[in-house]
């Protein structure tokens, strides 16, 4: 069993900035990716972004593109999204997730829910206008 624990988020202006962390504990040597999801009031789960724990590249989701920044740091089991610009309709909860599954060459399937065997408890994120 893998545990994740989601830190970093809270409330903050439109244009502004924050970053979490999710830490890793537990059987994390079969990890081979890990991502970020988000749920929005009264909307379904969904991708935001996605790292490939070994080699470190990473997919976006392209409303996110270009203002979000997925890393990890192997050594501290943890992945981090910084989140610059910052808009009202990034309020959600954000997820962590990791997945023990080969899911190959970046593709639609890194975006599905049911590719990712672990899930943490989720963090708020408030972006006021």
């Known amino acids: 069993q893998v545990q994740l624990e989601e830190t970093g988020g809270g409330l903050v202006q439109a244009g502004g900035s924050l970053r979490l962390s999710c830490a890793a504990s537990?059987?994390?040597?079969?990890?081979?990716?890990m991502a970020w999801f988000r749920q929005g009031p009264g909307k379904e789960r969904e991708f935001a972004a996605a790292?490939?724990?070994?080699?470190?590249?990473?997919e976006y989701a392209d409303s996110v593109k270009g203002r979000f920044t997925i890393s990890r740091d192997n050594a501290k089991k943890t992945v981090f999204l910084q989140m610059n610009s910052l808009k009202p309709e990034d309020t959600a909860v954000y997820y962590c997730?990791?997945?023990?599954?080969?899911?190959?060459?970046?593709?639609?399937?890194?975006?599905?829910?049911?590719?990712?065997?672990?899930w943490g408890q989720g963090t708020q994120v408030t972006v006021s206008s």
């Open positions: 537990g059987r994390t040597a079969g990890t081979n990716a």
């Open positions: 997730a990791a997945t023990e599954r080969y899911l190959g060459p970046f593709s639609s399937i890194w975006r599905q829910r049911g590719q990712y065997n672990y």
């Open positions: 790292i490939k724990w070994s080699a470190g590249s990473t």
